[in-house]
């Protein structure tokens, strides 16, 4: 097994002049230098163009602009991006395993035996992402001076690309088609069917962790040598405490840089080379939500009767787990999010489950109507706790028939995954369906509609070369 540590790398990540060069002369051509040093796509998307009025057309430029200035995005930057030339399914063969290894020797004239590799036919199918975003001054479409020379259409433009791409950077780690089939599969979907997955169970990561989780990705068969890591900040710190505790300080402590998204100032070190961790702020869905609910069609359900407890023998309650719990369920559907569902107080002990039934029954199924109900958020505290985080998404059960949702403590509320894997095309790319458009929306007031969109999904081709550590502490 490799033997691994932590240490602080010495002045993190330097830029090089030319991206100096590019962040201090954002004036035109600084898009089409972006492009080609922060998002570099296997296949080419358009370049980056002049806004224009408000007509449909291609803003994959600014795009990478956007995605090349961004302080705050880590995971979105570093994926792979593949074109789909107008097909909105994508299939790829891949390894599942490279085979046993054998023994090179034979006799003469004789035969040794073959390694027989194996391969799975995968497919991904592309899914609709957008910003709707309306302009109320009509004046300020064609009128600049809001931030430059920069008219309310451009400005809105592209604080529309950065607020699309801060949920993206959610999605991209939550996100599950089994679900909810508009989603994208995320993350922690195709590192849970195929990867290494190891459950702290709630306890603070430690170097024996990771030790042994880099070690299972660099075994036979898997071969995973450029290894990275993202983390919540919170849990990054957790390995920072880790590497001073050990003795392990910067050469250079002046030229340490450690930002959201930026630089990696803690690195893994093994026999066969470094993976930067990084931290991820969206790490997974919010632990908070809205009291009355959002959007103007909004559903409505009610929960039926209190939550079960039994035993089970897949629970993942342990005897450390015991107390009291409380639950809360949101429903989501097309027009809005719902009010929040309080369950009473349950008491779980160790190897049960707790059940709820959600009276959905009479709720619309029929995609984009008022009261649509897609799939369920779930909420709990830990025991004998009074916050509630979120803890996961369960997807509804056939119209006519009530919604079972039942928790393990699989997950737990407040404690955050590291992932650990390679990126590259072999192994877990974006897949975008032509360029980023911004097209106009029917126009029934004063305000100028428009909307940001997207086609894609990521692919996840060879997970096994990914590790997930979940329910990690957030602090030592």
């Not at 358009?46 to 806004?51: E, I, M, R, T, W």
């Amino acid at each position: 097994m490799s033997r691994i540590s932590l240490h602080m790398a010495n002045g993190g990540t330097q830029r090089s002049s030319k991206v100096d060069q590019v962040l201090n002369e954002y004036e035109g051509t600084s898009i089409e230098k972006a492009e080609g040093l922060a998002y570099s796509p296997d296949q080419n998307f358009s370049g980056a163009p002049s806004l224009s009025p408000l007509t449909t057309q291609s803003i994959q430029g600014t795009l990478v602009d956007e995605t090349f200035k961004s302080r705050a995005l880590w995971l979105w930057p570093r994926l792979n991006k593949t074109k789909m030339n107008n097909n909105l399914s994508h299939e790829a063969t891949v390894v599942k395993s490279l085979g046993s290894p054998v023994d090179p020797f034979f006799s003469e004239g004789g035969v040794n035996a073959f390694s027989e590799a194996e391969f799975d036919r995968i497919t991904t199918r592309a899914k609709f992402i957008s910003e709707n975003i309306e302009v109320p001054d009509t004046a300020a479409i064609i009128r600049g001076g809001l931030d430059g020379n920069n008219s309310a259409l451009e400005t809105r433009t592209r604080l529309g690309i950065k607020n699309m791409l801060g949920f993206m950077e959610r999605w991209l780690i939550e996100g599950d088609s089994d679900v909810s089939t508009l989603q994208i599969d995320g993350f922690r979907k195709g590192v849970l069917a195929r990867g290494v997955v190891v459950d702290l169970k709630g306890r603070a990561p430690n170097s024996e962790d990771i030790e042994n989780v880099v070690g299972e990705l660099q075994a036979d068969g898997r071969h995973a040598m450029d290894l990275e890591a993202f983390t919540d900040p919170r849990v990054k710190r957790v390995l920072t405490t880790l590497d001073a505790a050990s003795g392990r300080y910067p050469k250079d402590r002046g030229g340490v840089v450690s930002r959201i998204g930026g630089p990696s100032d803690v690195i893994l070190t093994t026999e066969t080379g470094e993976a930067p961790v990084y931290s991820m702020q969206l790490i997974g869905m919010q632990d908070s939500y809205a009291a009355a609910g959002l959007g103007d069609g909004k559903p409505t359900v009610a929960a039926s009767g209190v939550a079960a407890v039994s035993a089970d023998a897949l629970s993942r309650f342990s005897a450390t787990d015991v107390g009291e719990y409380d639950y809360v369920v949101v429903p989501v559907g097309d027009k809005g999010v719902g009010a929040p569902i309080a369950y009473s107080a349950v008491t779980i002990g160790s190897g049960e489950k707790a059940v709820f039934t959600l009276a959905d029954a009479a709720v619309s199924a029929t995609k984009n109507t008022t009261g649509m109900v897609r799939y369920y958020r779930l909420y709990r505290t830990e025991a004998d706790g009074t916050l509630t985080g979120y803890i996961g998404q369960f997807t509804r059960a056939a119209f006519g028939v009530n919604t079972t949702i039942t928790d393990l403590n699989v997950r737990r509320p407040f404690k955050r995954p590291i992932f650990i894997g390679e990126f590259n095309t072999d192994t877990v790319e974006w897949l975008q369906v032509q360029d980023m458009i911004r097209r106009p929306l029917a126009q029934t007031q004063t305000s100028i509609p428009f909307m940001l969109q997207v086609w894609g999904n990521l692919f996840f081709k060879q997970a096994q070369k990914w590790a997930i550590i979940d329910n990690c502490a957030i602090k030592a």
